[in-house]
């Protein structure tokens, strides 16, 4: 079985461009989960797809930043326009929880390291 | 949400030698994980531990909950063991994960 992807594993920008960022979780997870690590800190949770929809967006910066996950499959982490500050690794995972007693964890991707020039 | 603190931050080893790095959360939890992130970026799933003690080769983990924290044993450390380790909590099952800093880890032939 085929684990989280993402896709590019990394992206050179310039301030102000445009860059998009897509996370294929593993089939059939319904939980989707977008997180960055910047400036060398800890990692941090942006946000959350139940299917479609957005469950939890607290940890999204700015409105710069735009997560879509349409159809409930794929998902993209759109940054426009790029600042400095965004460059880090940005990483996806899934799981398959759907409430109730479980041990579902969540398995992450291999990241999209972004670089901001 | 939950403070999750990791020690020592930084941690040169002599390939060989054994270490031990600790974290600490400020909540109860329902998971717990420890991830070893890769000179490459990538994060590598170590354990899933909320609780007891579990063993992987040279590597293993213990968790007290009712304690609030988690220790990560490293032996015998080879040079590919570097990179930075973290450890992250969820609070409840499917909700988001609250990472530490992260202890980085040298080990020198």
């Known amino acids: 079985e085929a684990g989280v992807t993402q896709f590019p594993s990394h992206s050179v920008i310039e301030k102000g461009q445009t860059v998009t960022l897509r996370c294929d979780p593993i089939s059939g997870h319904d939980n989707l989960y977008w997180y960055r690590r910047v400036m060398g800190k800890e990692i941090k949770f942006l946000l959350h797809f139940v299917k479609e929809s957005k469950q939890d967006e607290s940890g999204m910066p700015n409105n710069r930043f735009l997560a879509e996950r349409t159809g409930g499959t794929y998902s993209t982490l759109k940054v426009q326009p790029a600042e400095l500050e965004d460059s880090g690794v940005y990483f996806c995972?899934?799981?398959?929880?759907?409430?109730?007693?479980?041990?579902?964890?969540?398995?992450f991707g291999p990241g999209t390291r972004l670089t901001v020039l | 949400g939950i403070q999750v603190e990791q020690s020592p931050p930084d941690l040169i080893l002599q390939e060989g030698a054994n270490s031990t790095l600790r974290c600490n959360f400020s909540d109860s939890v329902n998971n717990l994980q420890w991830f070893h992130q890769n000179p490459w970026g990538q994060l590598i799933n170590l354990f899933y531990?909320?609780?007891g003690t579990k063993q992987n080769g040279r590597l293993s983990a213990t968790t007290v909950a009712t304690e609030r924290y988690s220790l990560l044993y490293i032996s015998s450390s080879q040079t590919t063991d570097s990179g930075v380790y973290f450890c992250a909590v969820e609070k409840y099952t499917g909700n988001q994960f609250y990472f530490g800093t992260g202890t980085s880890l040298t080990v020198i032939p």
């Open positions: 995972a899934s799981s398959s929880f759907r409430g109730g007693f479980s041990t579902d964890t969540q398995y």
């Open positions: 531990i909320p609780s």
